[in-house]
């Protein structure tokens, strides 16, 4: 049980272009997923947590209109690089709280996304 | 300032050869430090939660402990599969935000 997925797992695009990563808990609901940015060697960082149903809450020097979060359901969260450049190139991870777990504090994470931006 | 630091930054072993790694942490409300694995490419895997001081966990060959100030994760008797970064993360908001360390990467020879 508690098993995120991601989708693409890879994705290579052309700078300007816009790249919308999708994050899904496939067999729990969750009311809050995370979004995080991880450089090489370099530990998690977190992006913006994302509630069902409303908007997005970003953290501190994540430019909100570059990095577009939807979590329109309990099961799905996606994130949009807007107009992409070599910069935003990392790899990207989500996570989700489960709301049926006793002790609903666990986060599961997704297996990330790899962007790599030409 | 939240911080949470982990050390060392990076473990060498001999298979068998048990250690600790360490994750100091200092918060203004703790509510859970967050043990995890992450394997090269991979997203974390989820290994223990802790939640008060004198608190231990256990998994296989892993072990969890809790004080107010740190938390230690052993490893006994590894083996080389047990090669990869740890993570260890504090959570201070009702959100269930975290925050994590560094990270410790083990190797574990054969």
């Known amino acids: 049980g508690a098993v995120v997925s991601q989708h693409p797992s890879r994705v290579i695009c052309k700078s300007g272009t816009s790249v919308k990563i999708e994050c899904r808990s496939l067999d729990f609901q969750a009311t809050t997923m995370f979004w995080y940015r991880q450089f090489p060697k370099k530990s998690l960082m977190l992006m913006a947590t994302s509630n069902e149903g409303s908007k997005a809450t970003y953290e501190q020097g994540v430019e909100k209109d570059k990095f577009l979060i939807n979590h329109a359901s309990l099961t799905l969260s996606t994130l949009t690089v807007t107009s992409a450049h070599p910069e935003d190139s990392s790899f990207y991870i989500c996570?989700?709280?489960?709301?049926?777990?006793?002790?609903?504090?666990?986060?599961?994470f997704g297996p990330g996304t790899r962007l790599t931006v030409l | 300032e939240d911080q949470v630091t982990q050390s060392p930054e990076a473990l060498r072993l001999q298979e068998g050869e048990s250690s600790s790694l360490n994750c100091s942490y200092t918060?203004?409300?703790?509510?859970?430090l967050f043990w995890y694995r992450q394997d090269p490419g991979k997203g974390p895997e989820f290994l223990f939660t802790?939640?008060?001081a004198g608190e231990e966990k256990e998994k296989e060959r892993l072990k969890a402990t809790l004080t107010k100030k740190e938390s230690f994760l052993h490893i006994t008797a590894p083996k080389p599969e047990d090669s990869a970064t740890y993570l260890c993360a504090v959570r201070t908001d009702s959100w269930g935000k975290l925050q994590f360390g560094a990270g410790t990467q083990v190797v574990v020879t054969p």
């Open positions: 996570s989700a709280r489960d709301r049926g777990l006793a002790g609903y504090n666990e986060q599961f």
């Open positions: 918060v203004s409300g703790l509510r859970g």
């Open positions: 802790l939640y008060s």
